[in-house]
Nanobody
Framework: VQLQASGGGLVQAGGSLRLSCTAS????????AAWYRQAPGKQREMVAT???????NSPDSMKGRFTISRDKAKRIMYLQMNSLKPEDTAVYYC?????????????WGQGTLVTVSS
C-alpha cells in the first residue's frame, strides 16, 4: 500500500484547505486511519482519526475546524480544514493501519506542507 498526500499550500488565516490522501496498491480493509502533523521543532501530533466503524476523533483545539472523511470507493481520505490559524502551519501526514493475519501494518504518506499566513 502506498499513500500519497496532497492539497497543501499557502493560505491566509481564516481560510480553508482540503487535504487528500490517495491509497494505491493491494487493497486491505482499513482498521484505522488518521491525519497527523508536525510543525518545525515540534513533535508529530494527531489531528484527526477515523475508525473502521466510522467514528472520528480530534483534539479539542481542532474540533469544529477540522473534519476527516473517507471515500472508500476511490480509496481517498480527506481532511477538510477551516478557520485556519498560523499555528496550524505544519507538514501534514496521512496514516492508515490495516490488520491481516493478526498483524497490524502501518502506512504513512509522504506529507504535504500547509502554511498559514497571518
Amino acid at each position: 500500500v502506498q499513500l500519497q498526500a496532497s492539497g497543501g499550500g499557502l493560505v491566509q488565516a481564516g481560510g480553508s484547505l482540503r487535504l487528500s490522501c490517495t491509497a494505491s496498491g493491494t487493497f486491505f480493509s482499513i482498521k484505522h486511519a488518521a491525519w497527523y502533523r508536525q510543525a518545525p521543532g515540534k513533535q508529530r501530533e494527531m489531528v484527526a482519526t477515523l475508525n473502521s466503524d466510522g467514528s472520528t476523533n480530534s483534539p479539542d483545539s481542532m474540533k469544529g475546524r477540522f473534519t476527516i472523511s473517507r471515500d472508500k470507493a476511490k480509496r481517498i481520505m480527506y481532511l477538510q480544514m477551516n478557520s485556519l490559524k498560523p499555528e496550524d502551519t505544519a507538514v501534514y501526514y496521512c496514516f492508515e493501519r490495516s490488520r491481516r493475519g493478526g498483524v497490524d501494518y502501518n502506512y504513512w504518506g509522504q506529507g504535504t506542507l500547509v502554511t498559514v499566513s497571518s
